[in-house]
């Protein structure tokens, strides 16, 4: 969970948006965004697709299960 988190934060930072536009394009709370930041939960399967999309970057990078 620990490379989701940093990884989650990172395409956060270096794409400039903020908690709260991430939640707002996924269509979730801003609640469930930060609990993924701070490490507190994992995204559900047909979250993680949609996080995908809206961040542009494979499951497999945000999992750690590969670098890019």
Known sequence: MKVFTDRLNAELASQHMSKYALA???GL???TV????DGVSEPKATQLVTLC???NVSADYLLGMSDF
């Not at 930060?34 to 930041?37: D, E, P, R």
């Open 29 to 31: 709370s801003k609640q």
């Open 24 to 26: 707002k394009q996924c």
């Open 53 to 55: 999309r809206v961040l």
């Open 34 to 37: 930060c609990n993924w930041c």
